[in-house]
């Protein structure tokens, strides 16, 4: 049976979890596979210190001096990135595709923000990218958008791909935990990092999402062009009055097809209907659903995050590109591998502005409990040619000012934005209006 030599770069988490995983499963992942890996080298600046485990130990004594010694070591003949981050990744991926080796990660920021360049290096040096830890951690989801539903134009896919914020989310929705508090928890159980920016800044899922729908359009989707909003606006008493309405909120990301228009990608706190199944998400669980031509509506969902569960989607890349390797190597020649199935291509999508986004909205303002107040604010509104379609104002709210929920029809991003400023500069209004997009699920 041919073996197929991997060069690992990094040994946090990830990369520990599919050293630790591949070795006690090698002989079963070679009979299903037919094919043998074994690890020829490791980078990681970790294996320098006293190993932890096993493990460790076994990693370091194949340790490679750097990433460039990776890369040149002439017995690896595949590649498996994941140190993260923008900088040593780029390098070690783009230098190993020159070298003619196939690359395996897991670094959506990478792909969001460099992936013309890594795909155009790919092709031009015949060596694949398999990516499929990416998004949604554990769950098999960009396999099945490359391979298994190959046949459809993707119209839709909504998808919850941050564990950190979900997490947040059902803690303040279900147990009436501030997100200050819910924050604390997630960083204190790991599902969190001390710098919580990119998550609940909404970047991360926003980079999940440009890969997602560059796999959905063919092309490299313009990250700086997806439109991105974090959670931090978030408070307990949004998520009642959103329940009280019937819908719950959720951090989404949104892929909507506009045919010869292009792609709309967005990522923002929803408002869902609660009888949709996304709005049973709860904790760090991950939820895609895809919405295809011929199949309709497909829905993933599992664990987006964790070592075991990522190293999952990692050996099933590092299994398919060794099957690419030995089939090479089979043929006797250095000819280059064949793309993956529905590779991203080089074209660039157009991406929708985000004053062109129409949805429905959530709107909430603390206002002067007085006649007059929800008829100036509808008139504004309605100049802005934007309807109400229900007002909520809960009694027993005591004080200078009362909240005012109000839901809207549909209305574009930008007559939105214009009409808030005004309201928000009436006497009446007291502090920030707070606003969330209304997802109903339609074509």
Known sequence: MRTVHLGLAGFGTVGGAVFRNLRANADLLARRCGVRVEFAAVA?????????????????????????????????????????????????????????????????????????????????????VWFEASVAGGVPLIQSLREGLVANRFRLLYGIVNGTCNYILSRMSLEGVSFEDALREAQARGFAEADPTLDIGGFDAAHKATVLASLVTGGCVDYRKVYVEGIRDVRVEDLGFARRLGYALKLLAIVRS??????????????????????????????????GDLVGDVEFSGPGAGGDATSSAVISDIMEAARHVALRGERGDDAPLPQPPSAIGLTSPRVAPADAITSRYYLRLSVVDR?????????????????????????????????????????????????????????????????????????
């Open 258 to 291: 506009l045919g010869s228009d292009g792609v709309e990608v967005r990522v923002h706190p929803t408002l869902i209907p609660a009888a949709n199944r996304l709005a049973s998400i709860h904790g760090v669980t991950n939820a895609v659903m895809v919405r």
């Open 44 to 128: 990681a600046q970790s294996l320098a210190r006293r190993p932890r485990d096993a493990a460790g130990a076994a990693a370091a004594r194949l340790r490679a001096r750097d990433l460039d010694a990776l890369v040149a070591d002439p017995r690896v003949e595949l590649i498996v990135e994941l140190i993260g981050g923008c900088g040593a990744a780029r390098r070690l991926i783009l230098s190993s595709l020159r070298a003619g080796k196939p690359v395996v990660t897991a670094n959506k920021a990478l792909l969001a923000e460099h992936g013309r360049e890594i795909f155009a290096e790919s092709q031009r040096r015949g060596a694949p």
């Open 371 to 443: 006649p007059g107040v929800l008829a100036r604010i509808a008139s504004i509104l309605g100049a802005a040619n934007i309807g109400i379609s229900s007002v909520l104002q809960p009694e027993g709210h005591e004080g200078r000012a009362v909240p005012l929920i109000l839901m809207t029809h549909d209305a574009r991003h930008g007559a939105m934005t214009r009409a808030l400023a005004r309201i928000r500069r009436l006497p009446a209004v007291k502090g920030p209006p707070i606003v969330f997009r209304v997802e109903s699920f339609a074509s």
